[in-house]
């Protein structure tokens, strides 16, 4: 049996309040996404889509790993989620920056890894959205 940590609760705040701020700017005319809605966006329009480290998230690398930490008001820290170090993983992290799209990022690992486009496109948005789910990272952009 696998053990799943329950979020905490300032991670619980931040999505709460991502909520509240989206349903604000919704009732105010901006369109507004869920995150589990964005995935189903034709490969085109999620090709656009910039994603950042989502605030208040750090992380440390060792040898095999990228863990992912979100720190308390208190300065103590909890693991929100860890990332296998893989020349992949971390050319997609390392490119989460609010500026290059998923797009961009599949490209890159094209060219600078040699994977086949499909292989890098898959790889990006998984990585993306698994980072996401887990509440590491954000998207940067609005796509329509």
């Not at 990006?124 to 952009?141: M, S």
């Amino acid at each position: 049996m696998r053990h799943t940590e329950l979020p905490s609760r300032r991670l619980f705040a931040r999505r709460l309040l991502g909520e509240a701020a989206a349903f604000v700017k919704e009732m105010s005319g901006e369109p507004q996404r869920r995150l589990s809605d964005l995935a189903d966006l034709p490969r085109e329009r999620l090709a656009l889509l910039t994603g950042a480290v989502a605030p208040g998230v750090e992380w440390t690398e060792s040898d095999q790993a990228v863990q992912f930490l979100s720190r308390a008001a208190d300065g103590s820290a909890t693991c929100i989620a860890v990332l296998e170090r893989s020349p992949e993983n971390l050319a997609v992290f390392d490119r989460l920056n609010g500026v290059r799209t998923l797009g961009e990022i599949a490209d890159s690992l094209t060219q600078d890894l040699g994977l086949e486009r499909e292989q890098a496109w898959s790889h990006a948005v998984t990585t993306f959205f698994g980072l996401v789910e887990k509440g590491v990272c954000v998207p940067a952009n609005v796509v329509d």
